[in-house]
Each structure stands twice: as structure tokens, then as C-alpha cells.
């Protein structure tokens, strides 16, 4: 609905918060990390990454790395 959009437009054009940082509505954070995560990947700590292999070795699920 336009109004939507000009009620979002209008927000996107308030003060931040926090200096330097973008206005944001709801969903547009996880949008923006979704996309990031399709282009570039999860980001998942060595700590995780340790924990996961170990994992598929208890089940036998082969390790692709």
C-alpha cells in the first residue's frame, strides 16, 4: 500500500538513534543478514565448527568440508 511506503520513507528520513547507524522498520535487519548469509555463508565460530564434526562422526554422517 502507498502508505506503507510513505510511512516507511518518512521513518528512513528520522534522526537515528545512534549516530552513523541507519533507520531501520522491522524485518529489514534479518532481510539484510539473509542476504548476506546466501552471498557469503553463515558465519559459524572454530568452537562450533569443532562441535558439529564431532557430532557427525557420533552419527556417522560423512564430514564435506
Do not use: F, K, N
Request: charge should be negative; hydrophobic fraction near 40%.
Amino acid at each position: 500500500c502507498s502508505s506503507d511506503l510513505a510511512l516507511i520513507d518518512q521513518m528512513h528520513g528520522s534522526p537515528p538513534a545512534v549516530a552513523g547507524e541507519p533507520v531501520r522498520v522491522p524485518g529489514e535487519r534479518g532481510e539484510e543478514l539473509a542476504l548476506r548469509y546466501e552471498r557469503e555463508g553463515v558465519p559459524v565460530t572454530a568452537e562450533r565448527l569443532a562441535r558439529l564434526r564431532q557430532l557427525a562422526d557420533e552419527v556417522g554422517v560423512p564430514w564435506i568440508a
